[in-house]
């Protein structure tokens, strides 16, 4: 009975596990056997395929340019870019001569009043500046004093501009000149200031003017040479897919749209072939005429310069919009294919901020106009995220929209950081700008010292999506970037204090000494003068060292420190000691409730901190310092002795001597957990940088 019952239990029990396996091979439906539609592909596994596809190319020009060796030695193709550069420096220029005529039209008296120059402005410069009218000795030192002819003069194209119009006023318009010498800048100045409705400038008669005097600059020998070919040859256009990502498409399930973001056709390759149609033996470059002086180089040359024309003809003709309409065909068929829905509409956002940052990048510099620009953009920007987010209507769309553009926004900060921002030492940054109107006028007055302490208070707890977008999450980057310019400030030895009001008689005002930048808000009453002038505050000066956090933190520097074994090594013996030398690669710190261990930083102090904050200058050379409970050491000559009688006077505050043993406390932290990890700790790391090497799905931004 109880065998029979036994059977019977595991013949039961066979069935169910027979049922669970078909359920489970059911469930799987290995490929689609028992039919249903294929789900989507994961976003991470469609990016993955796409890049492996390389390039996309959806529109091709076939043309056919003349280039000559003139052509390739003026650079023609330039002349958009010259037209500009000229027409913005004439106008600077005209700009500058109307404010000095304006300043003409006061009376005397006003003149002197409004009179205010850097430095020492003694009677006879009053008078040459102030009083005298306008003439050949005196304009472009009047031109200096009143406006900003230090830049003006600095224009690419100022000494072309003003050597053309010179040579208009003298008649001799089929004349060239090399450079004007100061007599000839000063008589056109005059002149042009004499004559302001003058008919002499013709942007392209410069233009013209302009590669007719680049061409006759040549050596007799390269001008003496002819060559000129016949290139025929492709063009071809579309799209990239290795730098594509996640966060640079985006689909709308209920309007079955697929939108790109930062993601847009160029051009791809542009050749001309030794033989353009082998087939019926149509060669892909001719040449028309040539002379016995021209060379294999020039050759190239003019090869290189007829493939630079036959671009531009095809941008002309319009090959990147072509790319877009034949691409947004094909990228909604490729799609459809990999994401197993149907794509009815491709959309591109062509956004300004990705425009925005080409334009600014094509110089690899960046000034403070164009970062100013570029900030007041990006809060726009966040301005149309914000609304998208908030919208009560197609939610799920409109955040997916959000995210992209959120996305794009980090993908042209991170770009921009790769550049040099004005004369500063940093890669642009968060702070630049601000550093950068700090400083310019050369004084911080209250104002600016009040906003200095409030980013100095925001920057470890800057929870604006503005700062989390320049930060990139990371949490000590802005603090750190904030120091460097604090410092540099500090360097630069500018003066802090603030503006107060003051009253002169008008016969006292005009005898003052005045700075321009030092004096502001001035008025006139009956028979005196108000205004506010800056005084300098010298106790501010060690306030602003109080402001700067004593740590250097660079992202990619940080993580080399962790990974590097060698980094920090620790002695334990510390009485066998006797001298640490003196290596500008490595410090040691002794904590003294561990006096035993010795904690060797193979990094210098001055990568991880500012030397110059912790120790006053007369004290700078020291060797250590005791910082709390702990002893910095640079070196020694006496490692025992110096144990025992370390120098104890350091100026950081409380709160900075806190920031800088936490921030060796991490450092030494993670480098410690990071080479004491586990087998399985060590194989799982191992296997996810494989995994991301290969597949390279990773996103690259982070997420707002």
């Given amino acids: 009975m109880i065998r029979q019952l036994f059977n019977s239990v595991r013949f039961v029990l066979e069935i169910l596990l027979v049922i669970l396996v078909v359920g489970l091979v059911y469930w799987w439906n290995p490929m689609n056997i028992f039919g249903g539609k294929p789900g989507i592909e994961s976003t991470a596994n469609i990016i993955s395929e796409v890049r492996e596809m390389g390039e996309l190319i959806t529109a091709e020009y076939y043309g056919e340019v003349v280039a000559s060796i003139d052509e390739a030695q003026m650079d023609l193709l330039q002349e958009p870019e010259i037209r500009e550069q000229a027409a913005l420096t004439y106008d600077e220029i005209r700009l500058e001569l109307d404010n000095l005529r304006s300043f003409h039209d006061l009376s005397p008296d006003n003149r002197i009043e409004l009179g205010i120059e850097p430095g020492d402005l003694n009677k006879r410069k009053r008078r040459k500046l102030l009083l005298d009218q306008v003439g050949r000795k005196n304009i472009l030192e009047k031109l200096y004093f009143l406006g900003e002819w230090e830049q003006t003069s600095q224009l690419q194209l100022y000494e072309e501009v003003l050597a053309f119009l010179f040579l208009q006023f003298q008649g001799e318009a089929n004349s060239s000149v090399d450079q004007l010498n100061d007599r000839e800048i000063r008589q056109i100045l005059l002149a042009w200031y004499e004559n302001p409705l003058n008919s002499w400038w013709n942007v392209d008669a410069f233009v013209t003017s302009f590669f007719e005097n680049r061409l006759a600059s040549l050596s007799r020998r390269e001008a003496k040479k002819k060559l000129a070919m016949i290139g025929r040859g492709t063009v071809k256009a579309g799209f990239d897919f290795k730098g594509m990502s996640e966060s640079m498409y985006h689909f709308d399930e209920e309007l079955s749209e697929l939108h790109f973001f930062g993601f847009a056709p160029q051009i791809l390759n542009a050749d001309i072939n030794p033989w353009f149609i ?163 006028d050369s004084i911080i007055d209250q104002s600016e010292w009040i906003a200095l302490k409030k980013q100095a208070q925001d920057s470890f707890h800057k929870d604006s999506e503005t700062s989390s977008i320049w930060a990139l999450q990371d949490s000590l980057l802005l603090p750190s970037q904030f120091s460097a310019g604090a410092l540099a400030l500090y360097q630069k030895d500018i003066p802090i204090g603030e503006f107060l009001l003051d009253t002169l008689s008008i016969e006292a005002w005009k005898s003052k000494e005045k700075e321009r930048a030092k004096i502001k808000n001035i008025s006139y009453r009956e028979d005196e003068v108000v205004y506010e002038e800056f005084w300098p505050q010298n106790s501010k000066r060690d306030s602003l060292l109080q402001l700067i956090f004593p740590i250097k933190y660079m992202p990619d520097t940080w993580e080399s420190w962790i990974i590097s074994e060698s980094s920090i090594t620790t002695l334990n013996n510390n009485d066998t000691v006797r001298t640490l030398p003196s290596n500008t690669t490595s410090f040691w710190i002794v904590d003294q409730n561990q006096p035993d261990t010795l904690f060797q930083f193979n990094m210098s102090l001055e990568e991880i901190s500012y030397p110059e904050i912790i120790l006053p200058d007369s004290l700078n050379s020291l060797q250590n310092v005791v910082i709390d409970d702990w002893i910095f050491f640079r070196s020694s000559q006496d490692f025992q002795q110096d144990m025992a009688n370390p120098n104890q006077k350091h100026r950081l505050s409380d709160y900075q001597v806190d920031l800088l043993k936490t921030f060796l406390e991490q450092l030494y932290t993670q480098h410690h957990s990071y080479h004491n990890r586990d087998f399985l700790t060590r194989a799982k790391s191992w296997f996810a940088e494989k995994w991301e090497s290969k597949s390279g799905i990773t996103d690259e931004f982070p997420s707002p």
Avoid: C
């Avoid at 149509?282 to 310069?305: A, E, Q």
């Avoid at 919009?321 to 009815?344: N, P, V, W, Y």
């Avoid at 769309?397 to 030492?425: D, I, P, Y």
């Fill in 278 to 440: 082998p087939e019926k033996g149509i060669p892909g470059f001719d040449i028309l005429t040539y002379n016995g002086k021209v060379d294999f180089n020039d050759s190239k040359k003019v090869k290189s310069y007829a493939v630079q024309k036959l671009t531009t003809n095809a941008r002309n003709a319009g090959i990147i919009e072509q790319a877009e309409i034949h691409g947004g065909e094909t990228l909604r068929r490729l799609f459809s294919l990999l994401t197993g829905k149907e794509i009815k509409r491709v959309v591109f956002h062509h956004d300004e901020i990705i425009q925005l940052t080409q334009d600014i990048i094509n110089d690899y510099y960046i000034s403070y106009e164009e970062a100013s620009h570029f900030e007041n953009t990006i809060e726009n920007e966040l301005l149309v995220i914000d609304s998208l987010r908030n919208a009560s209507e197609d939610r799920y769309n409109n955040r997916n929209l959000a995210t992209n553009k959120w996305n794009t926004l980090l993908g042209m900060v991170r770009k921009m950081q790769e550049f040099e921002f004005e004369s500063e030492e940093l890669p642009y940054h968060y702070y630049s700008t601000f550093w950068y109107r700090i400083s310019r």
